[in-house]
């Protein structure tokens, strides 16, 4: 029986979740499977595995061929690394000791390179906040300038014809006297025509 070490899809539209397992070939996609070996989430940054690495490697060494997606994983989590380890163990090249030793130094490597990603993926997603305030900052800026002069023109227009000023006031009075001239001979000139056709 052809073992495969492959992905089956879980998860909604949109967002597919896998389960890695070990599975007949000849089995559908989404169907039976021999035994469950880990998670691949692909929707966050980074990706999440988790992977049963000793039960992996068993697969591996009894003869079960990975997909190239799921070599992919297999090799991410290490376990291709230890896989290659213990051959170097059933030749006679390591121990088991060694094996392990070799094992997690590449897992504390791997680690640190992991957790500097997430470092700049943080910081990269803290400068891009930073940005975005500092714009909506100068766009509230350019807005509150915009609308001063217009308060301001509101505010004088309001205040002319509540305060007038002296030469207002001079001009004002002369219209008033000017008229009280132009009336003042039009009265009379109406008594005196008046008076004329009484005699």
Avoid: C
Avoid at 115 to 142: H, P, R, S, T, Y
Avoid at 170 to 187: Q, R, Y
């Amino acid at each position: 029986m052809p073992v495969k070490i492959r992905l089956q899809r879980h998860g909604k539209k949109g967002k597919p979740f896998y389960w890695v397992v070990a599975a007949d070939s000849r089995s559908k996609r989404d169907g039976k499977f021999l035994e469950k070996l880990g998670t691949y989430n692909p929707n966050t940054n980074p990706a999440t595995i988790n992977l049963d690495v000793d039960s992996s490697v068993k697969w591996l060494q009894n003869g079960a061929q990975p997909t190239d997606t799921a070599r992919a994983i297999l090799s991410y989590k290490g376990v291709m690394l230890k896989n290659h380890l213990l051959g170097g163990v059933r030749k006679g090249a390591l121990t088991e000791e060694q094996v392990e030793e070799k094992f997690n130094a590449w897992l504390e490597e791997k680690e640190k390179g992991i957790q500097a990603k997430v470092d700049g993926l943080d910081k990269a997603k803290a400068d891009a906040k930073a940005k975005a305030l500092e714009a909506e900052k100068e766009v509230n800026e350019k807005r509150i300038a915009a609308a001063l002069p217009e308060v301001e023109e509101e505010v004088a227009e309001e205040g002319t014809p509540a305060e007038p000023t002296e030469a207002a006031a001079e001009e004002a009075t002369e219209t008033v006297e000017a008229t009280a001239e132009e009336t003042a001979p039009a009265e009379e000139a109406p008594a005196t025509e008046a008076s004329a056709e009484e005699e």
